[in-house]
């Protein structure tokens, strides 16, 4: 391909010719004392005439405005990249399961956007079939794009329709639902829609990407054909995230949707049950469960829809230093309920205690989590914890932060009354509180 | 032993003996709705008249003051417990390398508090010899108890405490330096002194125990064993902690003090090296060094004490529903620095960024962070995190976000120029930044 064939024209054509640069090529730039290393790619229409698309070492695409001050060489001439392959066009096959799958944005139906060089979520029904085109041998497939965000703007109001339009769907009798998110707060969603889908009566499957699926090392592929089986198949009648097991392309994992959490910034295998283990492994041919303890599908069961979430919640993390005036302006300002991300078993820094103490005091229902993660609160070994107890502190159990803050949202949109939330924090509604911490749950470290 | 010789005593000695109830039985006791079940133990000197002393199943001990409403039963009757061996008095070998520990507290010589039944801290230099006479074997031991505090209540200003004290040490000379510190917030100070100790010319050990040295599934011996070999022995010039490997009693791990973290709130082996990995295993005969990246002991280096942190940094982690007005509050308060730990890659809801962007405009550092905490920041791939960057907002790299929180204390206790904080906190100060994530360091998922 041709540069011109590619888009590039102008001044920056001539940059690039007077470098002997042409597409494909591995090229070094350095601007604003950054370098970037990778393959000249095609441009697409709308991107701003200075701009170039650079494929980078780990797969991502950067777009970068090439200025006078840019530095621009040839590192190695390349060659040209496979052509994609065309769209295929859907087969639907009657005979087969109806999974409707709700799209909410994020990087599993990514592209990079042309104009900062970022990648921007654009998904579409057709994107998907596009993707992967094995869909269509699983389940008969319905597509309902409900909003494009990040995931990162994900909010509770959002929660509260995308339970809505699950709960739309289950009335209608579809077999399973797979929900399209951003893996930023996958964790927080699946986590809401446990509380929020009671007496769910069919798998409801959240699945992301880590990259997306305009790239050729996407796990975008096996993540939705994973989830999409799922749905149609599996015997788990819960809210799961299904995600790549390991690095390789051989399997998915399916999480409890109140005990997973992404670990990892990048990694196909970013998600991890905490103190759990995951459900199943999902490889291309067959569904393995690793435990028994799972609601069964049931098609006649009737799905209680409790969708609220109460916003005036929020989560603090504790540290050496932390200031407690951030408790005191949350009671100021009207807050219902606070959970404490504090340290080891359930602690906080004594000098925090009056805050604490003046929240519940003032009616704010407040929950301690541990920023270790794994393992479970146990507020009667230290005096610490004691303390925090006779105050009213309520322990999150083996529950993640991130859990319990939305289980607080979900039960303060319930009651007001202190003693009920703590009933109701204390009670295990949607797998979030193990009785017993499974020991192969806390991962081994390889050394 | 009989129940008066185990300190029972008036009505609380009629209530056992009425029951059937011996010392060592096995009892449950419930109270305010709660239930204990365990081994009834003697009592210490100093408890009061109506408390019992119970082993829980999970080894540690509870004092339960029983009144009039106490339920309380035999479940089983029990065998007495070894008896405790009598102090060993301390041998000093003059051949072997000084090494001093500084007490701080913790876990790793607490003792039960028999006034709330919690566990309460209380080391002396005697202690720590009765607990591992083969120290002895090891080093001449020099104590200092520095403090005596929960790690809830480390603060900046006591990490600044200890690095003074280290310093002293190191001016006198000593081969090694073990700090013996409550394990909720170890990761913190062990980060806090690899900034305040540049140019270490001997190793620093950070060690802690997840059970107090009082109950026979204590890990203090192996970990206070290993931590006071590396001081005296090894050839690492660092910042390390060093705690149990894995759950048994057969190796500890080195810790880089600056990728260390906390991951569970009660196993032995709950600390673990993030984006890295370990220095080196610690057996009870030999020390293993996994990788050759290390500063050497040399004891000609000059130590650089720069022992400052500016208070006026915060962090905050972002979630859906977070409230923006949170940051808008501390840059009203004067704070200098504030640690997001945010999502995926580096992101952050939309409608906080108007807080984030007036806070930069005022001269507030703002420094990225990931919740998932494996992996890497890299706000170059998405449109929000372009924007971030746009903003003015530091990449933190791989740096854990209690890490980065730690060193933004340091830096801006240097300046306040913001291209300044920008310049050291992208630069790797001490190990805190590695050029390239090393991918044995993510643990992998037992399935």
């Given at each position: 391909m041709r540069l011109e064939e590619a888009g590039y024209a102008g001044k920056l054509l001539k940059v690039l010719r007077d470098r002997g640069i042409e597409v494909y090529d591995r090229i070094r730039v350095v601007k604003n004392g950054f370098l970037y290393e990778g393959v000249l790619m095609p441009k697409p229409?709308?991107?701003?005439?200075?701009c170039i698309i650079l494929k980078l070492d780990n797969g991502y695409n950067v777009g970068i405005s090439i200025t006078s001050e840019t530095k621009i060489e040839l590192v190695a001439k390349g060659r040209p990249a496979k052509p994609e392959l065309p769209p295929v066009p859907l087969k639907i096959r009657e005979d087969l399961p109806e999974v409707v799958i709700i799209g909410t944005g994020g990087t599993i139906a990514s592209r990079v956007d042309y104009k900062t060089g970022a990648v921007y979520p654009a998904l579409t029904a057709r994107d998907l079939y596009n993707i992967v085109p094995e869909l269509s041998d699983i389940a008969r497939l319905k597509m309902d794009v409900l909003f494009n965000i990040f995931s990162e703007d994900m909010t509770p109001k959002r929660w509260e329709a995308i339970a809505r339009t699950v709960a739309k769907y289950v009335e209608e009798g579809v077999a399973g639902v797979v929900i399209t998110h951003g893996t930023d707060t996958m964790g927080y969603t699946a986590a809401a829609l446990s509380f929020a889908l009671?007496?769910?009566?069919i798998p409801v499957v959240l699945v992301g990407a880590?990259?997306?699926?305009?790239?050729?090392?996407?796990?975008a592929a096996l993540n939705l054909i994973s989830a999409v089986k799922i749905a149609a198949q599996s015997p788990i009648a819960e809210v799961v995230v299904v995600m790549h097991?390991?690095?390789?392309d051989t399997y998915c994992l399916v999480h409890r949707g109140t005990k997973v959490r992404k670990c990892h910034t990048s990694r196909r295998d970013a998600f991890r049950s905490i103190n759990a283990r995951p459900l199943a492994k999902v490889y291309k041919d067959r569904i393995v469960m690793l435990t028994s303890s799972y609601r069964r599908r049931d098609p006649n069961r009737q799905l209680k829809l409790e969708a609220k979430f109460d916003e005036k919640v929020q989560l603090i993390k504790t540290f050496p230093g932390i200031d407690p005036e951030i408790i005191d302006f949350l009671v100021d300002k009207g807050y219902h309920g606070i959970v404490l991300e504090g340290t080891g078993l359930g602690h906080a820094p004594e000098y925090i205690l009056p805050s604490i103490k003046r929240a519940i005091e003032e009616g704010v229902a407040v929950v301690m989590t541990s920023q270790c993660l794994w393992g479970r609160i146990n507020m009667n070994v230290y005096r610490r914890g004691v303390e925090l107890l006779k105050m009213g502190v309520i322990p999150g159990e083996d529950m993640l932060p991130e859990t319990a803050l939305v289980k607080l949202m979900w039960v303060l949109a319930h009651t007001r009354d202190l003693k009920e939330v703590r009933r109701l924090m204390l009670t295990n509604i949607a797998g979030e509180i193990n009785p017993r911490t499974e020991p192969l749950s806390y991962p081994p470290m390889e050394v």
């Open positions: 229409e709308l991107s701003h005439p200075s009671q007496d769910l009566p880590q990259r997306s699926s305009d790239r050729p090392s996407s796990d097991g390991e690095t390789g």
